[in-house]
């Protein structure tokens, strides 16, 4: 049995009408979808599917939680789920996507949600995630300040840096910056 055969649902056997099927996606289904970003996870995942005999719209609906990496501690970081997703798919001559519409080929009988439950959830990340003010890893987040260039600024504040001076380009703005 495929990893992913309990997402595959046989279109061409499916009466016209209204069809409800659930989901539960856990930390094997993202590491089976062999994700770098979710590190584990469970989201209930409800999708109406609605066949009028000539197109089959699907309506899922995702909710659970998911673990993916604090950008700035790296430690697991909980990140809720709650959002929908429409598709339609029709038949057609070929594979073809368009927005909200994918067409795939005559000779498929079958549609794998699969991949289409990873990439909803997936795309529910933020571009920066990290964890609220003074949630991160305190050890982290220490030698992270000892490593940014604010705090190499504040050490060299005091030091007469020998570099600075003798570039005349840099003497030149600081007199415009003096002579404000």
């Known amino acids: 049995m495929g990893k992913f055969t309990a997402y595959k649902l046989n279109l061409r056997g499916l009466p016209i009408g209204n ?12 590491r089976n979808m062999e994700s770098a970003d979710i590190r584990s996870g469970n989201v209930d995942v409800e999708l109406d599917l609605k066949y009028d005999g000539n197109a089959y719209s699907f309506d899922f609906s995702f909710k659970g939680e998911i673990i993916i990496a604090c950008d700035r501690c790296l430690d697991d970081m909980p990140l809720p789920i709650d959002t929908t997703y429409h598709l339609t798919v029709k038949y057609g001559d070929s594979y073809d996507e368009k927005d909200d519409l994918l067409i795939i080929p005559e000779s498929d009988s079958y549609f794998n949600v699969a991949y289409t439950v990873y990439d909803s959830i997936a795309l529910e990340i933020p571009l920066r995630h990290v964890h609220p003010a003074g949630q991160c890893n305190k050890a982290m987040a220490a030698r992270l300040r000892s490593h940014s260039a604010d705090n190499e600024e504040e050490e060299n504040d005091g030091e007469n840096n020998d570099f600075e001076s003798n570039d005349p380009r840099w003497d030149a703005l600081r007199d415009l910056l003096d002579n404000k």
């Open 19 to 30: 069809h409800h099927f659930e989901y539960a996606v856990d930390s094997e289904f993202f």
